[in-house]
């Protein structure tokens, strides 16, 4: 089993859509949780940690669920600049990272 | 302010070349480093991590290996490229202290073998 799994999509939405991508982890022990984002052919920049109580940037609400091994994000409202690969990343007890395969969302006109 | 520079941009190598990539951060002192390598259409993974000057850590055996000669330097190198090397090489440092910060990527190297 993969430590972090997600659905690689592709995910087609239109502007202005609602749209949930999930993420789920195999290590109990995982400390932190954050949703990445990679443009094509770009470095994975830092979109969003995640946290049990939920939390909300603009457009884009995380949630993590510890009992379930569980992550999502929600983008609200899609942009065209939204499409990106969103990597789902959790991270081990020595600040070492592991990163999902990742979802690739393209939002269309 | 706190920078990671990685270079080259990108790298065309034959089959049984060698290879250095460097990265080097600024603005901070003592950061724990990373090598990621990412291939086409697949997730990153972990090739070595760095506590500290001198300190390698190697998550998947390979003709790979790493070096942290200073502080805020960590490079990548193999003594003879595979095919299979191919992919995007990213180096990745922390941005803060303990385990609640993410990464922070340098722009990466793409590297193809020929």
């Known amino acids: 089993r993969k430590e972090v799994e997600q659905d690689p999509g592709p995910f087609n939405v239109p502007e202005g859509a609602t749209v949930a991508f999930n993420c789920t982890y195999s290590n109990s022990a995982s400390q932190s949780f954050f949703w990445y984002r990679q443009d094509c052919r770009k470095e994975p920049k830092l979109l969003m940690s995640v946290y049990s109580s939920g939390n909300e940037d603009g457009r884009f609400t995380a949630q993590l669920n510890r009992a379930s091994q569980y992550i999502s994000l929600l983008i609200r409202d899609s942009k065209l600049s939204d499409s990106a690969t969103y990597l789902c990343?959790?991270?081990?007890?020595?600040?070492?990272?592991?990163f999902g395969a990742g979802t690739r969302l393209t939002v269309k006109p | 302010s706190q920078t990671i520079h990685q270079w080259p941009a990108t790298l065309v190598q034959p089959v049984g070349s060698p290879l250095s990539l460097e990265c080097t951060v600024e603005?901070?002192?003592?950061?724990?480093l990373y090598w990621y390598r990412q291939a086409a259409g697949r997730g990153l993974q972990l090739l070595f991590y760095s506590v500290g000057i001198g300190q390698i850590s190697s998550e998947v055996p390979q003709n790979l290996s790493a070096s942290r000669p200073q502080d805020r330097q960590f490079i990548l190198s193999s003594k003879k490229l595979l095919l299979s090397d191919s992919g995007f090489y990213l180096c990745?440092?922390?941005?803060?202290?303990?385990?609640?910060?993410?990464?922070?990527f340098g722009s990466g190297t793409r590297l193809t073998v020929v």
């Open positions: 990745a440092w922390v941005t803060g202290p303990g385990i609640s910060y993410g990464y922070t």
């Open positions: 990343v959790v991270t081990l007890y020595n600040n070492d990272m592991r």
């Open positions: 603005g901070t002192s003592n950061p724990n």
